[in-house]
C-alpha cells in the first residue's frame, strides 16, 4: 500500500496541488526564512512549543506553519516531535549556496510579479517586474541596480548557479587554442576568473553595466588576477564589442533577449573577432522538440514576466542556426550544471 504522502497519479489530486503550489511555496519560504530546518538541523526533535519560542512566532502560527511543512513532506512529525526529512535537510546548512539560495530569489524578487504572468503575455513584456520591482529601467537587471538587497539576492543565486556549471565547464571546455576571451555580461567574473585560473596563458575582458563592473575588478583583485582579467563598462545592445578577442563567450546572458537581440548579438561578436575565432554560448536549454524540461518552461516564464519581457530559453539548434546565419559554424554541444548546455562554433572565414 503507498504511504499516504506519496505523490498521487489521481488527476483530481494533481490538478489540486497545481493551485495549491502558491501555499506550498510559501510554507517553504516562511520556514526557511524562519530559520526552522537550521535549527531543526542543529537540533532535531523538538516539539511545537520549543519551535515556536525559538522561532520568536505565538504557538497557534508556529502550529500552522509545522501543519504546512509536514503534510508537503518537508517536516516530519513523530509523536510530538519535528524533523527534517530529505527534502528540507539540504536547507538546513551553507544557506547562501544551492540549493537554499533559490528560496529567497523566489519570494523577494519573483513571487509576486509572477501573479502578473497573464497580462505579460497578452502585453508582451514584463508587465510583472513594471508593476512589482522599484525604478524606471525596462529590466530587471537595471531595477536591481536600485536596490543593494534584492542585487545580492540576484548575485547569491546567480552566483551559486555559475559556480556549479562553471566548475564542469573549466573541466570540460578546452580554451588551450585561445588567447584573449571576451566575456559578454560576464556579472561577477565566476567565469572568468574560474577560466583564467584554469588556463594560465588566458586574457579576460569582461563587458558588462557599469554597476558591475566595480565589484568584478575589486573581486578580481582580491584573487591576484587584475594583470589578466578586467571588467569594462559598457551597454551590449548600444556599443560595439572591443577587437582583439579570439573568443566571444556569452554566459547565461542570451536567453534573456529576444531572437532579433541575439542574432544581433551574435552579429556584433562576428564582426569583432577574425576567422577561426571562437564562440561559446552557455544556456539552460529547452529540448530540440520543445516539450521542456520543466525548468526551461519556468525560466521562460520568468524572462518574459520579470527579467527582460522578450527572452525566455530557447533550443540548440535555433542557436546553431543563428550562428550559422551570423558567420560560425557550430562545433558541438556540452552539457553542464543544472541543464545547461555550452553551444560551440567557430568564426568561419570571410
Ligand atoms: C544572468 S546574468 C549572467 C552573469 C554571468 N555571465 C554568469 O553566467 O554568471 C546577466 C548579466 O548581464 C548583464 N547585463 C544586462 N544587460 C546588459 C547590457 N545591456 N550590457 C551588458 N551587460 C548586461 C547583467 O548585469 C548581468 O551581470
Avoid at 512529525?77 to 538546513?92: F, I
Avoid at 586574457?203 to 566595480?214: A, F, G, N, S, Y
Avoid at 578580481?220 to 563598462?233: K, Q
Wanted: proline letters at 5%.
Amino acid at each position: 500500500m503507498s504511504s499516504p504522502n506519496a505523490p498521487s497519479t489521481d488527476p483530481a489530486a494533481q490538478l489540486r496541488s497545481l493551485y495549491y503550489a502558491h501555499y506550498n511555496f510559501q510554507f517553504l519560504s516562511a520556514a526557511f526564512e524562519f530559520g526552522l530546518f537550521a535549527l531543526l538541523g542543529a537540533e532535531p526533535g523538538l516539539t511545537r512549543v520549543e519551535i515556536a519560542g525559538r522561532l520568536g512566532l505565538r504557538e497557534q502560527p508556529a502550529r500552522i506553519l509545522l501543519l504546512g511543512c509536514t503534510s508537503i513532506g518537508l517536516l516530519r512529525k513523530d509523536g510530538e516531535r519535528y524533523y527534517n526529512t530529505e527534502v528540507s535537510a539540504p536547507l538546513a546548512t551553507n544557506l547562501e549556496d544551492l540549493p537554499g539560495v533559490f528560496v529567497p530569489w523566489e519570494q523577494h524578487v519573483n513571487y509576486r510579479p509572477m501573479a502578473w504572468f497573464a497580462e505579460s503575455l497578452r502585453e508582451d513584456t514584463n508587465v510583472g517586474m513594471r508593476r512589482e520591482i522599484a525604478g524606471d529601467s525596462d529590466t530587471l537587471y537595471g531595477r536591481l541596480a536600485g536596490d543593494p538587497k534584492l542585487e545580492q539576492v540576484f548575485h547569491n543565486m546567480m552566483g551559486s548557479v555559475s559556480r556549479l556549471c562553471g566548475a564542469e565547464l573549466v573541466d570540460q571546455l578546452d580554451l588551450s587554442g585561445y588567447t584573449h576571451m571576451l566575456d559578454v555580461g560576464g556579472g561577477t567574473a565566476v567565469n572568468a576568473t574560474n577560466f583564467a585560473r584554469r588556463w594560465p596563458h588566458l586574457q579576460v575582458t569582461i563587458v558588462d553595466l557599469p554597476t558591475i563592473v566595480e565589484a568584478a575588478n575589486e573581486k578580481i583583485a582580491g584573487m591576484g588576477l587584475s594583470d589578466r582579467v578586467r571588467a569594462v563598462g559598457l551597454d551590449a545592445f548600444n556599443d560595439e564589442f572591443p577587437k582583439g578577442c579570439d573568443c566571444v563567450f556569452f554566459g547565461h546572458f542570451l536567453e534573456i533577449w529576444s531572437i532579433e537581440r541575439n542574432k544581433d548579438l551574435l552579429a556584433k561578436a562576428a564582426r569583432a573577432v577574425e576567422p577561426e575565432a571562437g564562440v561559446i554560448v552557455v544556456t539552460p536549454v529547452q529540448d530540440d522538440d520543445e516539450t521542456g524540461p520543466d525548468i526551461a518552461a519556468a525560466l521562460s516564464a520568468y524572462f518574459q514576466t520579470v527579467a527582460s519581457g522578450e527572452g525566455m530559453v530557447y533550443t540548440c539548434k535555433e542557436y546553431e542556426e543563428w550562428f550559422a546565419e551570423v558567420g560560425f559554424e557550430p562545433t558541438g554541444r556540452l552539457y553542464v550544471g543544472l541543464g545547461d548546455v555550452a553551444i560551440t562554433g567557430t568564426r568561419r572565414p570571410t
